[in-house]
Nanobody, 127 residues
Framework: QVQLIESGGGLVQPGGSLRLSCAAS????????VGWFRQAPGKEREFVGA?????????HYADSVKGRFTISRDNAKNTVTLQMNGLNPEDTALYYC???????????????????WGQGTQVTVSS
């Protein structure tokens, strides 16, 4: 069982930055693929980015955030962070981190592939 807690959301002006953190419980966290997803009001949940586990630590990003968002992972601290730069109003959403084991590459962008979810943290980009 893995428990995930997100933090770091808030209100930021367009062009600004935020850093979200996902803190996880469990001794085998390094084995898990960790993904970030977001859901805006009236829209479906969408993939933001992910980092694979099992020592691979390869990173994957949605085209909409590539070059602006960066995921990092610290297995010693059981945390994954999402650094968000160049935020715009379209980035406004509830952001979730999620974790799962044995997620094949073709499903890494699929929310159904992840077994564990945090409660979400709100990011609002507005002037």
């Amino acid at each position: 069982q893995v428990q995930l807690i997100e933090s770091g959301g808030g209100l930021v002006q367009p062009g600004g930055s935020l850093r979200l953190s996902c803190a996880a419980s469990g001794p085998t966290f390094s084995r898990y693929t960790v993904g970030w997803f977001r859901q805006a009001p009236g829209k479906e949940r969408e993939f933001v980015g992910a980092v694979r586990g099992l020592g691979g630590n390869t990173y994957h990003y949605a085209d909409s955030v590539k070059g602006r968002f960066t995921i990092s992972r610290d297995n010693a601290k059981n945390t994954v962070t999402l650094q968000m730069n160049g935020l715009n109003p379209e980035d406004t959403a509830l952001y979730y981190c999620a974790a799962g084991q044995s997620i094949i590459l073709s499903r890494i962008r699929t929310d159904a592939a992840y077994s564990y979810w945090g409660q979400g943290t709100q990011v609002t980009v507005s002037s």
